[in-house]
């Protein structure tokens, strides 16, 4: 099965700056089934891309995804105050679904 | 719009069962699979199983293989999970999301979760 590996676990930043959020897969895996995940306290998680790079609906500009084969990238730029939560890589294919183990962004 | 609308807390007994519903409207129900995820208290997601509605076929996340069953409802849009033999480690949030097949199979649409709480 293959494994996804987030780092890191906690990135403290300011509002205003970019966070670079990592997940590597132990095997190479197709992008287009690589999704990232918001989630905040007391609140369901939201899809933030899917297909790696590909923005859900209603995401802001801020938030950008990249990479292929076992290495992607959430980038979050000017950071604002609800940015500061946790964020999940998932990967889906056939009857799995697989999380990595989440980074916290919190606040400096 | 799009709503999953899921059933209340629970609290439960080590060894009893429990049956979450997640109810959808807003959609066609049977065009989509539904997933079910969980996170503990201070730990990250975890992916539990999905159901096929329009199949009434599930998988599961090998782990809980034989104590979870993943069903579905296509007269009431309901989606349903039981987990059975309940221990304390199984104290988490439950969520049921929408499985979008267009968007590559990413969840689109989340419950607001169920709070099942096991202990003695």
């Known amino acids: 099965d293959i494994v996804l590996t987030q780092s890191p676990g906690t990135l403290s930043l300011s509002p205003g700056e970019s966070a670079t959020l990592s997940c590597r897969a132990s095997d190479s895996i197709t992008s287009s089934y690589l999704a990232w995940y918001q989630v905040r306290p007391g609140r369901a998680p939201r899809l933030l891309i899917y297909g790696a790079s590909r923005r859900a609906t209603g995401i802001p500009d801020r938030f950008s995804g990249s990479g292929s084969g076992t290495d992607f990238t959430l980038t979050i730029s000017r950071l604002e105050p609800e940015d500061f939560a946790e964020y999940y890589c998932r990967l889906y294919g056939g009857s799995l679904g697989t999380f990595g183990q989440g980074t916290k962004l919190q606040i400096k | 719009q799009v709503q999953l609308v899921q059933s209340g807390a629970e609290v439960k007994k080590p060894g009893s069962s429990v049956k979450v519903s997640c109810k959808a409207s807003?959609?066609?129900?049977?065009?989509?699979?539904i997933s079910w995820v969980r996170q503990a208290p201070g730990q990250g997601l975890e992916w539990v199983g999905r159901v096929i509605p329009i199949l009434g076929i599930a998988k599961y996340e090998q782990r809980f293989q034989g104590r979870v069953t993943i069903t579905a409802d296509k007269s009431t849009s309901t989606a349903y999970m039981e987990l059975s033999s309940l221990r304390s480690e199984d104290t988490a949030v439950y969520y049921c999301?929408?499985?979008?097949?267009?968007?590559?199979?990413?969840?689109?649409?989340w419950g607001q979760g169920t709070l099942v709480s096991v202990s003695s």
């Open positions: 807003g959609g066609t129900f049977i065009s989509y699979s």
């Open positions: 999301a929408r499985v979008n097949d267009i968007l590559n199979g990413a969840l689109d649409y």
